[in-house]
T-cell receptor, first 114, second 118 residues
Framework: AQSVSQHNHHVILSEAASLELGCNYSYGGTVNLFWYVQYPGQHLQLLLKYFSGDPLVKGIKGFEAEFIKSKFSFNLRKPSVQWSDTAEYFCAVNRAGTASKLTFGTGTRLQVML | GAGVSQTPSNKVTEKGKYVELRCDPISGHTALYWYRQSLGQGPEFLIYFQGTGAADDSGLPNDRFFAVRPEGSVSTLKIQRTERGDSAVYLC????????????????FGPGTRLTVL
């Protein structure tokens, strides 16, 4: 069975600080990897995705993530956060080459202070 | 429509009652998913349709939960004899049919229905 671990449950940063959110997955096969974001009062939106190729993927709003296969990790990064990045971030995985179900982590609440 | 829509946005019911939650996927998307998100948790998979048929219903918690998609578009999640533990946000997502790797696998989420069972 697939599982996803997000190590940071609640992160508080000041504006302009750098961000790294951890994500590790467990699955005995090839995977697709995703980061979704949920802004306050809004629905889940895709931030970025990895299917194949370059393990460093860039998403919207200056976010990027690196897939490290040997570590089963897909950490999310942003060099300089903004107050508007305050949201909940979810890492997710599904079986590669399919439209199968997503398995989500428990999420990380990011709070950016002015 | 432009995105996945779900109705109602909020539903309050009493323990033991029956509820139906509706999902309208993005036009042309043949895959449809239901997830449930409890407070402080990530979404948990319930059921996945490819066209009219349930391709994977392994996430349904028990036989009180049932979902249909009779014409391969709109789907309804049905919960019988609701319990307080069913209170959660029920999310629907849709994607283009899987044809292998690539963006066909991206799931687009609706705003959810917040179900409260008193």
């Amino acid at each position: 069975a697939q599982s996803v671990s997000q190590h940071n449950h609640h992160v508080i940063l000041s504006e302009a600080a750098s961000l790294e959110l951890g994500c590790n997955y467990s699955y005995g096969g090839t995977v697709n990897l995703f980061w979704y974001v949920q802004y306050p009062g809004q629905h889940l939106q895709l931030l970025l995705k990895y299917f194949s190729g370059d393990p460093l993927v860039k998403g919207i709003k200056g976010f990027e993530a690196e897939f490290i296969k040997s570590k089963f990790s897909f950490n999310l990064r942003k060099p300089s956060v903004q107050w508007s990045d305050t949201a909940e971030y979810f890492c997710a995985v599904n079986r590669a080459g399919t439209a199968s179900k997503l398995t989500f982590g428990t999420g990380t609440r990011l709070q950016v202070m002015l | 429509g432009a995105g996945v829509s779900q109705t109602p946005s909020n539903k309050v019911t009493e323990k033991g009652k029956y509820v139906e939650l509706r999902c309208d996927p993005i036009s042309g998307h043949t895959a449809l998913y239901w997830y449930r998100q409890s407070l402080g948790q990530g979404p948990e998979f319930l059921i996945y349709f490819q066209g009219t048929g349930a391709a994977d219903d392994s996430g349904l918690p028990n036989d009180r939960f049932f979902a249909v998609r009779p014409e391969g578009s709109v789907s309804t999640l049905k919960i019988q004899r609701t319990e307080r533990g069913d209170s959660a946000v029920y999310l629907c997502a849709s994607s283009l049919r899987n044809g292998g790797a690539g963006s066909y696998n991206e799931q687009f989420f609706g705003p959810g229905t917040r179900l409260t069972v008193l």
